[in-house]
């Protein structure tokens, strides 16, 4: 038998989850499975999760943020244009709109020493008109962003690297829930700097979830960018956390389900047990008899869309104009 674990949750807690199941053999024997705890790992036994963490020994919670906390660096960030905006992802992703692509990861690695270096600086070719997109994957609370090139240093010819900056900009957020027709997140401005002397940009607004940030470059002079920072204060409103498929060695009937939950909240830059806090668990538990909760098919015909069911490894030999889609099982 083999079971999958489907748990979402709002705003915060930490959790322990134990199945008790019978077995068929004659003797009925009483078994118990467990993750966290004493159990199995959280993190080891973790297909994807959204705003998760597992910081806590044994136990999975949102992951919650103090002022300066910089929630750049609490993700996992992977660059490429996304072709989904609405649904949440396990990753962060950032890109540009440049049709030459190179890596924009050291904007987030966290490393105020790497940058996109001599990209954005080519002898007489202006620069306004450059944009940098970031999807934190889920919607977060956000009230500072910062960024800036790198802070020591300088080029061949003596030129500190920090006086690369970007000296006209426009900056632009959506909250992870405003899409348009054709489910692309919708803008609102939240900054625009027409010209600054400041190498460090930092840009302060009211509390708000914060998924999407689209970074517009106004002025035509060579920059670079060492680091993009992104600041808040509390917890995601919900986040999800799907295990791998768990095999439990035999056909089972399964009994009770148990979880142990803990509530938090945040209170002066303090997260700290609350039974108080609005907070609640949503777990789903599948079950089967095959490796995979998914059915994969291939388009056996291009004109009618016909399909035939396949192995996931047989579907991932298939060409993609012949890739079918993917159904739960």
Known sequence: MRAQLFESFTPVFTALISIVWLTTAAQGEVLQWQLGGEGLSW???????TAISFD??????????????????????????????????????????????????????GNPATSS?????????????????????????????AFFPRPEGSDSRGRPYSDDFIRGYKLQVNDGARYNEQNLPIYN???????????????????????????????ANPFEIAEFEVYGAGFPPGGR?????????????????????????????RISPDPTADARVSIRMRTGRDDTPEVFY??????????????????????LNIRGPIEDD
Do not use: M
């Open 43 to 49: 993190r080891d036994n973790e297909l994807n999760s």
């Open 56 to 109: 806590t020994p044994g136990a999975i919670q949102l992951v919650g943020f103090n002022p300066n906390d910089n929630i750049v660096r609490q993700l996992s960030w992977t660059e490429g244009f996304p072709q989904d905006f609405v649904s949440e992802a396990a990753e962060a992703r950032v890109w540009d709109n440049v049709p030459f692509k190179q890596s924009n990861i050291p904007l987030v690695d």
């Open 117 to 145: 270096e001599n990209r954005f600086k080519d002898f007489g070719v202006l620069q306004a008109g450059r944009a940098f997109f970031f999807d934190l994957g889920t919607r977060f609370p956000v009230n500072r962003l």
């Open 189 to 219: 401005l939240l900054s625009q700097v027409d010209f600054t002397n400041e190498n460090n940009a930092e840009i302060l607004f009211p509390l708000q979830f914060v998924r999407y940030i689209q970074l517009n470059v106004t002025s």
């Open 241 to 269: 956390y799907i295990s791998e498929i768990i095999d439990l060695g035999e056909v089972g009937n399964f009994s009770r389900l148990f979880w142990t939950i803990e509530t938090l909240r945040q209170q002066e830059g």
């Open 298 to 319: 291939k388009i056996v015909n291009v004109f009618t869309g016909d399909t035939q069911e396949v192995s996931e490894s047989d579907y991932s030999r298939l060409g």
